[in-house]
């Protein structure tokens, strides 16, 4: 039998930042680089508190800046160094020349994207633009739930990125106020069963800083003619296939996460409440909790409305999302961020391409809410399970809903 | 001088659809692409090294009277040709 409460778990109350420092911490990080920006900046205070109590071992690099930031962790990285870094909003905007490099050399770097409304008019508080702003860059991007999603998933985002047949770098994402600012009572794994987890330590096995195996990284192409062409459309659908590959270790790493720590998070989308749902909603992040609870009072009402959550953005696991919709009548897709151009959420433009798996055509519509800081309470996910009621009810889909329009 | 050996870096460890590496490095130089190439005219030039202060690319070498260029690496940008006071160098089209 084992044992599911380790005899050395602690518990603590600490906000989504600072558990992202605890994961830092438990994973045994060898380099971190820094620069602070709101809504990320504790997170990074904590890291650096955490070294100066030589809790870390790792080294911790102040730069002048986030493009530095990737830039040194992209050399840490091929000398053989597990890596992190946390960041948002501008200061991901300005790292994003090293952030487009990353991916397709295949370093498995973690960083937490603390989300943030994109300017403009001028914000500094919760929103996903600036994630989903990156979304088809190529990184693993995974959104929590809870501060205590946000520890675990920070230290499984590793065993994720570092897996032989993925090798990306991965982005665990949490929202900012709602999560890096709220605190709850947070389970510290085990030091020894994440060293057991996590395993040996081997990063630059593929591509390295190394004078003992002489190689040049990333080198020129060779333009129109030559081997160049065909080389470069080698190299990116190796990466796609690492994408594609990721999808089923992020769900051998929950699965293996659950049995060592006790704790099981829904890998890439988690169903509630979806047995005998003739519609859905769908959320991401940590506005699922409040969804959850408009979803328990409209099923006491007899709604039969069922609730799925996105965890993987990206890859989109859209088989699993189709596979989800399959009973339903009517789809209601809410976003914390706008897709320009679409006019309409991000999340609901990749849940329509994934239904096209699906022979029938599924009445679907994007609300959009909680933009710069803004709630999103029980009566607007109310307010989405009523329309999407509707919907299923007369097929008829109107344009996006702007939920905190008249707040 | 002991010459230094190293281990040869076994590519196929390594898938090749992975990190875009090369044991060797790439061969193409400036030189391949230019579309300009800078002339200099022996008589004018004096010799005062403005052209080989300005290269961005460090392609001008000395002769015993002159300065040239080593067009392997030279890219023709032309800063050269406009920084030189005597006017001894002009830029001419590749191919021309």
Redesign the interface.
């Known amino acids: 039998m084992s044992a599911v409460l380790k005899p050395k778990t602690k518990f603590i109350v600490c906000d989504g930042n600072e558990a992202a420092a605890w994961a830092v911490a438990a994973a045994h990080v060898d380099m971190v680089a820094v620069y602070p920006i709101t809504p990320q900046s504790s997170l990074v205070e904590n890291l650096a508190k955490f070294i100066a109590d030589g809790r870390i071992t790792a080294e911790l690099v102040d730069v002048e800046g986030e493009h530095s930031v990737l830039s040194v962790l992209h050399g840490a990285c091929l000398a053989g160094a597990r890596t992190y870094t946390a960041s948002c909003g501008p200061g991901l905007a300005f790292m994003f020349e090293p952030y487009l490099r990353t991916p397709?050399?295949?370093?498995p770097i973690v960083m937490s994207i603390v989300t943030r409304d994109t300017l403009s008019p001028q914000t500094v508080w919760g929103g996903q633009q600036d994630a989903m702003s990156v979304r088809d860059v190529g990184w693993i991007h995974m959104y929590c739930e809870s501060v205590q999603e946000v520890l675990d998933t920070t230290i499984m985002a590793y065993k994720v990125a570092e897996h032989r047949d993925v090798?990306l770098p991965v982005n665990v994402n949490h929202d900012g106020n709602y999560l890096s600012f709220g605190a709850a009572r947070v389970e510290l794994p085990d030091q020894h069963e994440v060293s057991a987890f996590l395993g040996e330590k081997n990063i630059n096995?593929?591509?390295a800083l190394d004078?003992?195996?002489?190689?040049?990284?990333?080198?020129?192409?060779?333009?129109a003619g030559g081997a160049g062409p065909s080389?470069f459309v080698?190299?990116r659908?190796?990466q796609c296939?690492g994408l594609q590959n990721a999808l089923s270790v992020i769900e051998d790493v929950h699965e293996e996460w659950g049995r060592r720590f006790g704790r099981y998070h829904a890998p890439l989308i988690e169903r509630y409440r979806m047995d005998g749902a003739d519609y859905a909603i769908m959320t991401i992040g940590s506005m699922t909790g409040a969804a959850k609870d408009a979803v328990d009072a409209a099923r006491d009402r007899g709604a039969r409305v069922g609730l799925i959550k996105v965890k993987t953005f990206r890859p989109f696991p859209a088989r699993a999302v189709a596979a989800a919709l399959d009973n339903v009548q009517a789809v209601g897709v809410v976003d914390r961020s706008v897709s320009f151009g679409w006019n309409c959420g991000p999340m609901f433009q990749d849940t329509i391409g994934a239904l096209n798996i699906l022979p029938r055509r599924l009445p679907a519509m994007s609300f959009i809410g909680g933009l710069a800081g803004a709630d999103l309470t029980v009566e607007h996910f109310e307010r989405v399970i009523e329309r999407t009621a509707r919907l299923a009810r007369d097929a008829t889909p109107e344009a996006t809903v702007w939920l905190n329009e008249a707040d | 001088m002991k010459r230094q050996s190293y281990e040869a870096f076994d590519q196929a460890a390594v898938p090749n659809d992975l990190c875009p590496i090369a044991t060797k490095l790439n061969p193409m130089l400036p030189g391949d692409w230019r579309s300009m190439r800078p002339i200099v005219n022996r008589a004018k030039c004096v010799k005062c090294a403005v052209c080989w202060l300005y290269c961005p690319v460090q392609c001008v070498v000395e002769r015993p009277a002159w300065f040239d260029f080593d067009l392997r690496t030279c890219k023709g940008c032309g800063i050269c040709a406009t920084e030189c006071p005597q006017r001894a160098i002009v830029m001419v089209a590749e191919g021309a």
Do not use: F, N, S
């Not at chain 1, 397709?104 to 370093?107: E, T, Y």
């Not at chain 1, 004078?211 to 333009?223: C, H, K, S």
């Open positions: 397709g050399m295949r370093l090798m096995w593929h591509a004078p003992q195996r002489p190689m040049a990284v990333d080198p020129l192409t060779g333009g080389m080698r190299y659908k190796g296939r």
